[in-house]
């Protein structure tokens, strides 16, 4: 079993930039793919991040503008999130699967309670 408990979101002006993180219980941190992923009002959940024990994918939408980390000895994931647009606003999620990397957030296997993201414009 795995908790993941975010924290970091906030309110940020278009531009600007805010670093979520996201702390993990649990001995076995370092063995899970771990992803972010968004959900704004009226929307579907998307994807936006995943990190392997080295290896980073992102969505196209927030490529370049985006790094996510995780420092294993910590427990923790971080999404950095620069240059932030007004359609960044949404509630961000961490998530954890145990079998494989992946953009879709059915193979996730455990979830974060969500931290607000907004971005005025």
């Known amino acids: 079993q795995v908790q993941l408990v975010e924290s970091g979101g906030g309110l940020v002006q278009a531009g600007g930039s805010l670093r979520l993180s996201c702390a993990a219980s649990g001995r076995t941190f370092s063995t899970y793919y771990m992803g972010w992923f968004r959900q704004a009002p009226g929307k579907e959940r998307e994807f936006v991040a995943v990190?392997?024990?080295?290896?980073?994918y992102y969505a196209d939408s927030v490529k370049g503008r985006f790094t996510i980390s995780r420092d294993n000895a910590q427990n923790t994931v971080y999404l950095q999130m620069n240059s932030l647009k007004p359609e960044d606003t949404a509630v961000y999620y961490c998530?954890?699967?145990?079998?494989?990397?992946?953009?879709?957030?059915?193979?996730?296997?455990?979830w974060g309670q969500g931290t607000q993201v907004t971005v005025s414009s």
């Open positions: 990190i392997s024990w080295s290896d980073t």
């Open positions: 998530a954890a699967a145990r079998m494989k990397w992946s953009t879709s957030a059915s193979t996730y296997d455990y």
